[in-house]
T-cell receptor, first 115, second 111 residues
Framework: AQSVTQPDIHITVSEGASLELRCNYSYGATPYLFWYVQSPGQGLQLLLKYFSGDTLVQGIKGFEAEFKRSQSSFNLRKPSVHWSDAAEYFCAVGLTNFGNEKLTFGTGTRLTIIP | EPEVTQTPSHQVTQMGQEVILRCVPI?????FYWYRQILGQKVEFLVSFYNNEISEKSEIFDDQFSVERPDGSNFTLKIRSTKLEDSAMYFC?????????FGPGTRLLVL
């Protein structure tokens, strides 16, 4: 079965600093990869997704992620964080892009922004 | 932009009581899901639903759980006899061709 690992439970960065959140997956083939963000008391919002093609994908709010097959990773990056980026970030994997495919989530990384 | 809505946003219930969580998926989406997130833990898949039947369910989704699409717009999750360990945030999601869109969740507290 597929699995997702987010090794960092909590990360603190200064406003304006760069950010990288790590995500590793375990699956025999290339999965469909997603990053979701959950602001306090809110639902899950899709930041970006990777299905195939260009391994660097751009998302909303200035985020990007890079798929590295050799490392089974899909790390999320942002060059300069804003205070509003403080939230919980979840990496997720699906085996297909068909509607009946469930998503498997990582445990999440909580991001704190300090002034 | 179309969105998934869920009601109620919060529900407190006594152990052993039945609860029904409601979701209105994005119209024209055909695949529906329930996930849950116990406080401090990861989001876990419960069940997927298509064409008025369950497509897949996890081991969490036992006989105490059921799902229904009673009309053309609502999608419900029923827990027949709640346990303390059912306390969690429950997310509804629907699939729109490429990705799953999630609702804001219902926070269920079982006392």
């Amino acid at each position: 079965a597929q699995s997702v690992t987010q090794p960092d439970i909590h990360i603190t960065v200064s406003e304006g600093a760069s950010l990288e959140l790590r995500c590793n997956y375990s699956y025999g083939a290339t999965p469909y990869l997603f990053w979701y963000v959950q602001s306090p008391g809110q639902g899950l919002q899709l930041l970006l997704k990777y299905f195939s093609g260009d391994t660097l994908v751009q998302g909303i709010k200035g985020f990007e992620a890079e798929f590295k097959r050799s490392q089974s990773s899909f790390n999320l990056r942002k060059p300069s964080v804003h205070w509003s980026d403080a939230a919980e970030y979840f990496c997720a994997v699906g085996l297909t892009n068909f509607g009946n495919e469930k998503l498997t989530f990582g445990t999440g990384t909580r991001l704190t922004i300090i002034p | 932009e179309p969105e998934v809505t869920q009601t109620p946003s919060h529900q407190v219930t006594q152990m052993g009581q039945e609860v029904i969580l409601r979701c209105v998926p994005i119209s024209n989406h055909l695949y529906f899901y329930w996930y849950r997130q116990i406080l401090g833990q990861k989001v876990e898949f419960l069940v997927s639903f298509y064409n008025n039947e369950i497509s897949e369910k996890s081991e969490i989704f036992d006989d105490q759980f059921s799902v229904e699409r009673p009309d053309g717009s609502n999608f419900t999750l029923k827990i027949r006899s709640t346990k303390l360990e059912d306390s969690a945030m429950y997310f509804c999601a629907c699939w729109g061709g490429e990705t799953q869109y999630f609702g804001p969740g219902t926070r269920l507290l079982v006392l």
